[in-house]
């Protein structure tokens, strides 16, 4: 690593030929002297709170300094330097990469070193409430995509002096701000090193889309769909995941935290059930799971109860088609099940005040045409949306996602072996969550292996108070939350 030159001059030779000094309109310097002593500040314009460089500025070249005490000059810059967050470099790769960072750097003419100031800026909005996890009554911030407004979100909700945030740069061009969030007394230390671990062998350009890029360095996910860290918005999910010893990655640019390790059932929970009473909030949850359910083997079933009407009670006899048509059943649950993924798909990708347009022509003229010119029979549109809402009523949109892969290979084995494909399809499905782990942790936990009273919790939403002990599964230090009543 080179060291930095003792003229200021030298210095710009070095950042032009580098860093593009004077190429670049928005890498800059500015020139001044003080007491006859060369000075130059470097910054990136965008990055930085200008006002605050022009306080720097007017506090520096105020200083006036008799000719018998100028080598002292470099103290008395960084003695005029009013913040509280100022450093020294001693090498021209840590000076370019503080200044990308959105700091400004100060050199000082004769100094082996220079100054560098935590002035940043970045441009980006205000905290508010996620549109992935509203809640009807709770807090209305949520994460931006500033690491540094994250994590002060998260400290204003744990106020607890063992909490820690390690900051890393990942790749080798973005160097990208990657924090590990953990509570030092609670979280496993060997998860935190491993983590740290994958995060420092990351050899790669940029982590451009940021969390999603990272997560699948760190768990090496492949080509399994299901989520295997759990992704939030909120601030209080991730503090609430905090306190019980999990820990968190915050990637700066992103609006989202990983939370690790996770389980399934982690991504079938929502923060309204904690904002209602026990009991509404377990009326809520099951709810939830059914539809949850309903949008993974409803569609399956009925189709394996239509296709072999002597595998149906006769309680059940409405089930199945009241009328033929000339197209398979297997091929109409099939286009109108991709087809609520192209209108998912143009949602997304549809401007806010046409997306509502476009749903009502979505459900009202291609539904019933499809209906009346015979490509569909009107149970398949109603069990396919009701398997959609079921989709849409899954907290974690990774899960619903791969609920949906699921449904659609449940649906071609029914297809094809009938009652056979139902179950060995779902045998093998069972099977592959119970071999799938995160961080060595059992996925389908606490289901399996099965632990009562942890499978009790995730059944109903008991009360706080009730909560004693922190999940196993995290193992962590202290596993004890609060004292039995009366202690």
């Known amino acids: 690593m080179q060291s930095l030159p003792l003229k200021a001059g030298q210095l710009d030779e070095i950042l032009t030929s580098r860093a593009g000094l004077g190429e670049s309109f928005d890498f800059m310097v500015r020139k001044f002297v003080v007491s006859g002593t060369p000075v130059h500040l470097y910054a990136v314009n965008g990055l930085c709170d200008t006002l605050f460089i022009m306080q720097l500025l007017e506090e520096v070249v105020e200083i006036d300094v008799p000719k018998n005490e100028r080598s002292h000059i470099s103290s008395l810059v960084h003695n005029r330097l009013i913040h509280q967050s100022v450093e020294t470099v001693d090498t021209v790769d840590d000076l370019i990469r503080q200044v990308f960072s959105g700091l400004i750097a100060i050199k000082v003419e004769g100094d082996r070193h220079a100054y560098v100031v935590d002035v940043r800026s970045y441009p980006g909005r205000q905290p508010e409430e996620p549109d992935t996890e509203k809640v009807v009554r709770g807090s209305r911030d949520g994460f931006v995509e500033n690491i540094i407004v994250n994590t002060a979100l998260t400290r204003r909700r744990i106020r607890d ?268 499905y069972i099977l592959y969550l119970m071999n799938t782990k995160s961080f060595s942790t059992p996925y389908l936990w606490p289901l399996a292996p099965f632990r009562p009273k942890a499978m009790l919790r995730i059944i109903m939403r008991l009360p706080m108070t009730s909560a004693m002990l922190r999940p196993m599964i995290v193992k962590t230090k202290d596993r004890v939350r609060q004292k039995p009543t009366g202690e």
């Open 161 to 428: 002096e063992r909490i820690r945030f390690d900051m890393m740069e990942v790749g080798q061009r973005s160097k990208a701000d990657v924090a590990v969030g953990y509570i030092k007394d609670l979280a496993n230390q060997d998860l935190v090193d491993a983590i740290k671990k994958e995060l420092k062998a990351i050899d790669v350009d940029g982590l451009t889309m940021t969390d999603k890029s990272l997560e699948e360095y760190i768990v090496k996910q492949g080509f399994n769909p299901y989520p295997l860290v759990r992704f939030t918005e909120r601030a209080d999910i991730a503090s609430t995941h905090l306190l019980e010893g999990h820990v968190c990655i915050y990637v700066d640019t992103s609006p989202s935290v990983m939370i690790t390790p996770t389980t399934y059932f982690h991504h079938v929970q929502h923060a309204e059930e904690f904002r209602q009473s026990p009991a509404v909030g377990t009326f809520i949850r099951w709810i939830r799971l059914m539809g949850i359910i309903s949008s993974l083997i409803l569609l399956p079933l009925w189709y394996l109860l239509a296709i072999d009407p002597d595998l149906r009670p006769e309680s059940l006899a409405f089930l199945g088609m009241k009328e033929d048509t000339n197209v398979p059943l297997i091929l109409q649950l099939l286009i109108a099940d991709i087809g609520i993924e192209f209108l998912r798909i143009a949602a997304i990708h549809t401007p806010t005040p046409l997306s509502t347009a476009m749903g009502l022509i979505a459900a009202v003229l291609i539904g019933q045409i499809a209906i009346d010119v015979g490509l569909f029979v009107p149970e398949v549109i109603l069990y396919v949306a009701i398997a959609a809402i079921g989709t849409f009523a899954t907290p974690s949109y990774e899960l619903s996602v791969a609920n949906k892969m699921v449904r659609v290979s449940l649906l071609l084995l029914v297809w094809i072996f009938h009652i056979d494909g139902l179950v060995i399809g779902l045998t093998i």
